[in-house]
Every structure is written in C-alpha cells, then in structure tokens.
C-alpha cells in the first residue's frame, strides 16, 4: 500500500540521550531516582517519554490536516481493542532497539516492562480488534482520522476460570495506575441530554428540553502509524455530572445522594455491554450508546464549524463510518443537530446526513441486529423518536412506489417492526441513513443483499458494497513474530514490511529445503515460549512438538466451539480403545469470553474444563492428547498464541460468520486452517490455495436448504455412533461426575434442534481432522504449506481495506 511520506518531525537520540531523559522523567514526574524506581515506575517513565516524541508528531500531523483542509475520516466504535501501547508504538516509531538499549544502560529490560502495561480494556472482541487495525491503518497511510469511542473504566469483564470450571467475571482495572498514554482534553466538552420532553415554537423551530444532562470529556490517546510518519487520534469519551458533589445535599448530611448524580454518569462509561437481559440493563444500554455517538456528533460538527465556517460542507470534509449498530442512533443526532441547533430544512439535513454516514454491518444473524422498544427510546430520546418516525415516513412512501416491494417487504424496510413489541430497527435506520454500507467478505455482502437486507436492497439498489476485514501487518506479524519476521526479510527483503503484499515473494521458499527448516525452528520456538506462559499461568506442561491445534475467539454457539469438543472427545475415546494405535500428538488450545448474559456459552466453556480435566488427568492420553481453556483472552495472549498456533480452527456455521480476522492472523503466523466456506476463509483459499487449507463442511447455500427441508439431527446419530456414544455419555455425566446433569441440556438441543448444524457437519469435519492428520505426519508437507499461507496473506492487510474505503467510500487522501 502507498504509505506518504509526512512532514511530522524527524527526531533522532542516541541511547545514552534517551537514556537520559528516562531518567529525568522519572525524577521530575515521580520523584524518584534510579535506585529508588520499581517496575511500573521505569514502565511510566518510559511511556511518558516516548510520548513525548509522539506528541510532536501528533501536532504536526493535525496542523498539517488542518492547513491542507483535508477531508477527515471518524470512525464510530463502542469498542477499541488496541491491546499494550508502548511495544507497538515504538516498534512504529522504529526506536524499539533505541529504548532497549537506553533501558539497558539503566538496567532494566524493555521485555519485562513490556508485560507489566495491561491491555486497554475497551473492547472484547472481533469488531473492537478490526476497529484497533483500521486505526494502525488509517495513521500508517497517512489518512486524517478520528477514533472515537467510550473511555470504559472497567471495560467488559476480566476473565477467571474457577476450580470447577465455570466462567467467572471480575472488573478490568487496566486504569489502576493510571494511562500515560491519555491526555485529558478539557475544552472539548459536550453536553448530552436524555429525557424531557420538545416542543415547536412559533417560528416552527423545535427545542428539545432533557430532563437530564451529563457532560462528556474527551481523552484522547495517539495512534503512530508506521515509521512515525503521521500521528491520528482515538477520542474516548468519559462522563461527568454537571453538578458532581451537591454539597448542600451533603451538609445536610446525605453523603452517598450528594453524589448520585455523578455515580449516575460514571455508569455511563464503566462497563462495556452491560448486561441487557433485563429492562435497567437495557435502559443503561442505550443509554451509553446515544451518549458515546452523541458526544462524537457534537465534536464532529464543532471541529467541522470551527476549520470550514458552514455545514452546507460537511459531507465534503468529514466521512463518519458506523462500525456496527452500536452508534446508530447517531444518524438521528446529527438531523437534530443540523435542524434544532442549526436550523437548516428537514430535506437539506437528511441530504448531508445520508452523504456524511456510511455503515458497516457485522452480523447476518437477525436477533443481533439491535432493535429498541418504542416505550424505552421515547422516554430517553423523546425528539430522536420523533425524526425517526419523519424519516419512515419518507421510507414507506418511497417503499410503497417500490414495484419490487409487496406488503412483506415495506415492512421489512420499515425502521418500526410492527410485529409483536414495537421496536426501532437501528439497522434500517443505519440503512437509511448512510450512502455505504458494507459488509466485511465477499460471502458476508452477498448474504446481506440476498437474506436479512433483501428488501432494503431492493429499495436501495447498489448502496450495499464489499469490503474485505483485514489485519495490521505491523503488530499481526512484525510484533508478534518478530522471528519470523525477522526469517523473511533475510529470505525475500525488507518490503513487505512496508507493503504486505510484497510477502508473496515468499511462496517460492516453500520449496526450499534450507527455508522450511529455519521456519519449523521459529515456529517451535514461539511454542516454547506460549508453553511457558501457560505452565505459569495454569500448572499445565504442554508437550510443544505436539501440534497446537488452536480455537481462539469470542465463545458462541455459531463458531461451533461446541464441535471442536465434541470431536475432542470422540478422539479421546478413540485413544483410549486402541492406545497403541499410530496417534498424531495434539494439544487443543481453547480461549475466549462468553458475554455475562449468554448461559449457553457459559456451560461451553464448563464443558471444555470439563472434558479437560478428564483427559489431561488420564496417563492413557499423555503424550497423545491435551486440552487447556486460557482464561481471560486478550490482544496480549494472542500475540503469543499466534505464532505459536499450528491449526487454526475456523469452522463457524457456513453464512453466520461475517468474516473473522483470527482466521487471518493465525495463518499469516504460519498455521493451517481447517475451516468451512465462511466469511473471509472463502477469500483466504483464493489467495492461498484450496490445497493449503483443510476445508470441510456445507456451504451457505446447502445449509439454508437443509433448514428449508426441514432439518431432524436425530436421524444423523444412527451414521455417527462413535459421537452417539459421546452425547450418551454426556447425558449421563461421565464427564462431569460431581453434578450428572449438567450438561443434559446441552445434549437435548443438539438432538432436538441443532440450530448450529453441529451433527450435520459432524462427519466431514472427522474427515477433515483425519487429513490434517495425514498432512502433520510428512513434516516437510506441513511446513510447506505453513510457508505458502504466509505468502499468500498479503491481500489480508487492513491497509488494502483502508485503502479500498477511502478510495470508494470516503473520497478521503492523505
């Protein structure tokens, strides 16, 4: 990809220099000397110098956008999962042996520091990642952009896993010791009302009246791109009251209600998706996304007013891109704003509204599309409601004139469902709203336009585009892998650091003999060190010349962990009948949360533990098989399963996953996929080649057809007796031998529903492990394969994806 070059300042020390000023950072900032400093001491002061650096660059880069007049991107995400800041930036900077050194000199390792800063916590999981790259991105190519997102204090949960083996939920307290990274911006604050009541002057003009008011503040952290070139910024929001001690209340001698009203707006930013199975959560819910979307639209329209004078402008001078549903309502702030503060006609508002938004859209399953019950938004957004139902108006009419539109589909478009409760649809209203919107692989945007959003396809014809997921190179490979890294640029040069697309030079090495070798050396050392990690963390002594079959992400019953152990345990009974038999030696590697609310994903990751307590307390399997669930999965973990990884487990429900970027990562590491034709692995097996991957399973079509006949799991089981014998056993609680029944339920779905098609994949699926079976046991194959899914990862950047919205979506250049 183009990467521009900058005018941000060039700044060049020495070691002993930096050296230096760390040292003099940790004088003036913490009032201490070298002798006196612990751990996080020498991590802040390090921090904080570097950050130094990076604030000219930051300055530089915003005065540069701002004398250009440049068009500026602002990316919407209620999650930014951007992982430790100091590793990645400095690696950006290219002063990452520049700070090693320095630290040496003053005795302390930058390796070890490195570990003590904990990842942000505000996102969980793929689309807050996606977002994190997207911003890499945007700064390495030099494009003018705005994150802007929620400061969350405790951010969605920190994982722990008991002695039993069940999920347990404590706060992040990643802001414990505070973030050097962040600057507080107090002169962007903006208020944010909820509540009351609006009501039409005389003139016609409206004024909405809150009955509540909190103030939102801006933090904001940098965003380096690549070779420090141009500095971009993520603005997270945290909340205040506006009173925040009513000190007479407190004289009178109510402590605790004198700061209601600040308890009350930190509530706002404490967690990430609180708990929405009852009607507080989702109030609290809502709540924090108009609050995060309409602080940003007020930031947006006063940056704009402030650079360029007049709104008529905007959509020429400022792209917002909703990633996902989560800022939607947004496209309603920005008409209110435009029409109640600004006074502009209810047509020429909606005309820059629509050319101002565009949409992503990260799912095709319809109960994750939000929706929120007309009584909840008319209570908190009493004028948004309002605009909702105007801008319907114009949908229905338009719908109606429709000839492709019968009754079914006006209905589908409408951004009320009708049916049941009355609910607003955000994603119609996104839909309406935008001039883009994109799905995120090829599979995933045909879906959209032909099952949930037919109808809105039909009304908006060619709105619907594609944009492939894609990952940053500089923290996916360079900083996670820096040995394999370090192999390619020896093997094919240094460009593709720059241009991922150059990796592909690397194919041809899968033939080298000498190649493969030093690649199956940096791989086993990269498990070396993830066995390390989890013989800290968890007791268990992984073997690491197994091989690390591997199923990383966010636990739901789509993604089809729940396969993976099924099969998991017909191998383990498989060993146990025929102990002696040739068995290729596996570790299956499990990590990921399940959302606070979903009992189903919980009793998955029960059974994992289950089943791994069994097996890896069985002398039969030693040698032959391990199971291990992580705990608290987190950007950091997987920088160092990643690499590790020899089988990447991608076998979602084929037309239910969008894309997936795991999928990406662990493939340009060097791991095979074993997967069905979903999301992005359909565009991964072009670019890599169908006979890299394992790829098994019913494509999205024949699963759709499956459902229309009429789909009865129980008339599988007779040709799958081996997993038969396995759910039997599971009823009976041989696998969980304190509580017999635990895991009934789990076994009455599948034979009752299956709503995941788990038994109708069940056998291929085998088969496919079965020929990743074969393919380990000639190491020179595997490792061949492993080099050509290097080589053919290049496509997969999050700078091809960048590139491809700005170009058509954005109209935005650096």
């Known amino acids: 990809m183009h990467h521009p070059q900058q005018h941000a300042p060039q700044i060049e020390r020495s070691a002993d220099a930096l050296a230096d000023e760390i040292a003099g950072t940790l004088l003036h900032r913490f009032g201490k000397l070298p002798a006196d400093a612990l751990p996080r001491d020498w991590l802040d002061a390090t921090i904080l110098t570097v950050r130094n650096d990076v604030v000219e660059r930051w300055v530089a880069s915003t005065r540069a956008t701002q004398q250009r007049g440049l068009k500026q991107v602002n990316y919407l995400s209620l999650e930014f999962l951007i992982g430790r800041l ?3 930036t400095i690696r950006n900077l290219g002063r990452d042996g520049e700070v090693a050194d320095a630290l040496r000199s003053l005795g302390v390792d930058l390796a070890s520091l490195e570990t003590l800063e904990p990842d942000a916590a505000l996102g969980n999981g793929g689309l807050g990642r996606l977002a994190a790259c997207f911003m890499d991105s945007l700064a390495s190519m030099a494009l003018p952009a705005f994150g802007y997102g929620i400061r969350y204090i405790n951010g969605m949960f920190s994982q722990r896993i008991d002695p039993a083996g069940e999920q347990v939920e404590l706060p992040e307290t990643w802001l414990a010791n505070g973030n050097p990274w962040e600057i507080e911006r107090r002169d962007s604050v903006h208020r ?16 909405w009246t809150p009955a509540e008011l909190v103030e939102a503040v801006a933090v904001d952290m940098p965003v380096v791109g690549w070779r420090g070139r141009h500095v971009n910024t993520l603005r997270l929001w945290t909340a205040r009251a506006i009173d925040p001690l009513q000190l007479e209340v407190f004289n009178r001698g109510d402590f605790t209600g004198a700061l209601a009203d600040q308890t009350r707006a930190e509530t706002l930013v404490r967690v990430l998706y ?28 006063q940056r704009h007013l402030h650079s360029h004078g007049t709104l008529d402008t905007l959509p ?15 496209v309603a702030e920005l008409l209110r704003l435009l029409i109640d503060e600004h006074q502009l006609p209810y047509e020429a508002a909606w005309d820059i509204t629509r050319r101002t938004f565009a949409y992503t859209n990260h799912t095709l399953l319809p109960e994750a599309l939000e929706s929120w019950p007309l009584p909840l938004l008319g209570r908190l957004l009493p004028r948004h409601l309002e605009l909702i139902f105007r801008i319907n108006a114009d949908v229905l009419a338009q719908a109606r004139t429709n000839p492709e539109l019968d009754p079914r589909g006006v209905a589908a478009v409408s951004l009320i469902d009708e049916a049941g409760e009355r609910r607003v649809r955000m994603a119609n209203l996104a839909f309406a709203g935008s001039h883009s919107v994109n799905g995120v692989a090829a599979l995933h945007s045909q879906l959209m336009r032909e099952t949930v959003f037919a109808d809105l396809n039909r009304l908006y014809a060619g709105r619907i585009n594609n944009k492939t997921n894609g990952i940053t190179p500089r923290r996916w490979l360079g900083g996670c892998n820096p040995g394999l890294t370090a192999l390619l640029r020896d093997a094919i040069g240094p460009a593709f650091t720059d241009d991922l697309r150059h990796i592909a030079a690397a194919r041809s090495l899968a033939d080298d003999a000498a190649f493969r070798e030093r690649f199956l050396g940096v791989k086993r050392a990269n498990k070396a060190l993830l066995v390390a990690q989890v013989a800290a963390s968890t007791g268990l002594q992984l073997d690491p010349d197994a091989m690390f079959d591997v199923q990383v992400k966010r636990i739901h019953e789509y993604k089809r962990q729940l396969l993976n152990i099924l099969h998991t345990m017909v191998l383990y009974e498989r060993i146990r009948a025929r102990p002696q038999g040739d068995w290729v030696p596996r570790v299956k590697l499990f990590a990921g949360k399940a959302a606070s609310s979903y009992a189903r994903a919980k009793q998955i990751i029960r059974l994992a533990n289950d089943v791994a307590h069994r097996i890896n307390a069985d002398p039969v399997a030693a040698g032959r098989l391990q199971v291990v669930f992580l705990p608290d999965y987190n950007v950091s973990l997987a920088e160092r399963i990643m690499p590790a990884a020899d089988l990447s487990e991608q076998i979602s429900t084929a037309g239910m996953e969008a894309s997936g970027t795991g999928n990406m990562k662990l493939a340009l590491n060097g791991a095979l996929t074993i997967g069905t034709l979903d999301g992005a692995n359909i565009e991964m097996r072009d670019h890599i080649g169908a006979a890299d991957m394992e790829i098994f399973g019913m ?19 007779a040709g799958l007796p081996e997993l038969e014998q396995v759910l039997a056993a599971l009823r009976q609680g041989e696998w969980s031998p304190d509580d017999a029944g635990r895991h009934a339920t789990l076994v009455d779905s599948l034979l009752n529903e299956d709503r995941y098609m788990l038994l109708a994949d069940f056998a291929a699926y085998d088969a496919a492990q079965s020929a990743v079976d074969r393919r380990w046991r000639d190491r020179d194959g595997w490792a061949a394969s492993a080099v050509r899914n290097v080589a053919g990862m290049g496509w997969f950047s999050s700078d091809r994806t960048i590139a491809e919205y700005a170009a058509e979506v954005w109209q935005v250049h650096g």
């Open 86 to 88: 100091l590793s990645d």
């Open 192 to 207: 944010v009302g909820f509540g009351g009541a609006w009501q039409r002057d005389d003139d016609g003009r409206v004024h």
């Open 274 to 301: 609180p708990n929405d199975s009852t009607p507080a959560g989702q109030e609290l819910r809502l709540r924090q996304e108009y609050f995060f979307a309409s602080a940003s639209i007020q930031d947006i329209v």
């Open 316 to 330: 020429d001078k400022a792209a917002i891109q909703l990633n996902d549903t989560h800022p939607a309502i947004g």
């Open 699 to 717: 494509t999205a079509a024949e699963v759709a057809a499956l459902v229309r006949a009429g789909y009865r799991p129980t008339e599988l089981l």
